[in-house]
């Protein structure tokens, strides 16, 4: 009992120094304007496949979307521009599944409290909650997802696909890594290795 009990009060320490190892001098905190719409896509789920079609819609909706958001100078014009452009971007889904040859239902929504993870582009980390976005949910919406700011636009569109791939990729090993970490702790702090 004393064990799980020093187990708690750990977590518990822990927890108040997190914050400090991520906003601390490795990454700094970027603030992206409380007036911005997002983009998030959930893949249908973590198979390599699904993965990659949420890739390939990215893709082409990215396309689309920045030549129609990139010229709006206020939000209130971005948002009417958002609900103007559904049909056509529901429509670039459509035709991008069916080029791949791939039978997937998904739905696109534009709202304004649509949960976000926490991000880590580079030197920047952007905190989770819910934010005004455009959602585009493919199959089950169970597999990691890929998001970024559309308007103001800083969706990194200059980024080649093979650096996104680069820092997605980094992202999701420092993820892993973090968690490997935590659990050999615990697990030779408990006696269990």
């Known amino acids: 009992m004393r064990k799980f009990a020093l187990l708690f009060l750990t977590i518990c320490f822990l927890g108040m120094f997190y914050p ?41 909706v990215n396309a689309y979307l920045s030549t129609e958001i990139s010229q709006v100078t206020s939000i209130d014009e971005a948002r009417k521009r958002m609900e103007e ?54 199959g089950e919406g169970e597999g990691d997802n890929w998001w970024c700011v559309l308007f103001p ?14 820092m997605e990729q980094a992202n999701k090993e420092e993820e892993k890594t973090e968690k490997k970490t935590v659990k050999i702790f615990l697990f030779e702090w408990l006696g269990l290795t």
């Open 20 to 60: 400090m190892t991520v906003h601390g001098t490795d990454y700094a905190v970027e603030m992206i304007p409380e007036d911005a719409i997002r983009l998030r896509i959930l893949a249908n789920s973590n198979d390599m496949k699904d993965q990659q079609m949420k890739y390939t819609v990215r893709d082409e």
């Open 85 to 138: 452009i559904l049909p056509k971007v529901e429509e670039i889904i459509a035709n991008t599944l069916e080029q791949e040859g791939e039978r997937l239902s998904f739905t696109v929504q534009f709202k304004k409290d649509v949960p976000f993870p926490t991000k880590k582009y580079g030197k920047y980390v952007y905190p989770a909650g819910d934010y005004e976005a455009l959602l585009i949910t493919l």
């Open 153 to 166: 636009s800083l969706c990194y569109l200059d980024l080649s696909k093979e650096e996104k791939a680069e």
